[in-house]
Nanobody, 121 residues
Framework: QVQLVESGGGLVQAGGSLRLSCAAS????????MGWYRQAPGKQRELVAT???????NYADFVKGRFTISRDNAKNTVSLQMNSLEPEDTAVYYC???????????????WGQGTQVTVSS
C-alpha cells in the first residue's frame, strides 16, 4: 500500500521561511507529476506548485519568486521551500503525487494527510 507522508509545517512570522517535505512509501513502479496544494479555511483547495519526473516546474502566480519546488526521484520525495511567507499563505498544505503502485495497471492521484502552515503578521 502506497502513501504520502508530509512534514515540515508550523508557525512562522511574516517574512520567514519554511520547508515542506513529502515522501512516498510503498512499492511504487512509477511517479509522474508530484506537487503541493493548499486549502485555507472556507476556501477551495488550490494548486501551489507541481514538478514532473523530468524536472519541469509549474507555479501558481501567487507564489512565483517566493516558493521553490524540487524532487528527488531516487528517494521518491518532493519538497517545497517557502520564503517571504505572508499571512495569506496560511493554510493546510497537501502533497500530491500521480503514482502507479505495484500491482496496478494505471497511475492515479494520491494525497498526503496535510500539514498546517500558519504565518503570523
Amino acid at each position: 500500500q502506497v502513501q504520502l507522508v508530509e512534514s515540515g509545517g508550523g508557525l512562522v512570522q511574516a517574512g520567514g521561511s519554511l520547508r515542506l517535505s513529502c515522501a512516498a512509501s510503498g512499492i511504487i513502479l512509477s511517479i509522474n507529476v508530484m506537487g503541493w496544494y493548499r486549502q485555507a479555511p472556507g476556501k477551495q483547495r488550490e494548486l501551489v506548485a507541481t514538478i514532473t519526473n523530468g524536472g519541469t516546474t509549474n507555479y501558481a502566480d501567487f507564489v512565483k519568486g517566493r516558493f521553490t519546488i524540487s524532487r528527488d526521484n531516487a528517494k521518491n520525495t518532493v519538497s517545497l521551500q517557502m520564503n517571504s511567507l505572508e499571512p495569506e499563505d496560511t493554510a493546510v498544505y497537501y502533497c500530491n503525487a500521480n503514482m502507479r503502485p505495484s500491482g496496478a495497471w494505471f497511475t492515479r492521484d494520491y494525497w498526503g494527510q496535510g500539514t498546517q502552515v500558519t504565518v503570523s503578521s
